[in-house]
């Protein structure tokens, strides 16, 4: 059920940096996790980062570590992902979900997912 609202994409040369939010439309937050994953046209959805909203426990895909950090504002009921030294094979519609485990977030899979936004979009000049 789309509950979330993404927001921070654009276009931005290589190297650059972007800082998307995600935000709930109908604050429940009772998934345990909130995350982001990506898909590029004509590829496979591909996990991001993932945060255990209670512990804080952050989780990357191999290919963001280092450049991407997640990290959540409770009060304010927001997920950020502050993506750095951005490359061009990170183009791509990024999507926020919520979900009660980590695995349907990183895997991008629809069916294991509480909530998701419609995506904000990233793109890379080289």
């Known amino acids: 059920e789309v509950l979330l609202e993404e927001s921070g994409g654009g276009s931005v040369q290589a190297g650059g940096s972007l800082r998307l939010s995600c935000r709930g439309y109908?604050?429940?937050?009772?998934?345990?996790?909130m995350g982001w994953f990506r898909q590029a046209p004509g590829m496979e959805r591909e996990g991001v980062a993932t945060?255990?909203?209670?512990?804080?426990?952050?989780y990357y895909a191999e290919s963001v570590k280092g450049r991407f950090t997640i990290s959540q504002d409770n009060a304010k009921k927001t997920v950020f992902l502050q993506m750095n030294n951005l490359k061009p094979e990170d183009a791509a519609m990024y999507y926020c979900?919520?979900?009660?485990?980590?695995?349907?977030?990183?895997?991008?899979?629809?069916?294991?997912?509480?909530?998701w936004g419609n995506g904000t979009l990233v793109t890379i000049s080289s």
């Open positions: 979900a919520g979900a009660q485990v980590v695995a349907p977030i990183m895997r991008g899979d629809w069916y294991g997912l509480d909530s």
């Open positions: 109908k604050y429940d937050y009772s998934s345990n996790f």
């Open positions: 945060i255990d909203v209670a512990g804080g426990t952050t």
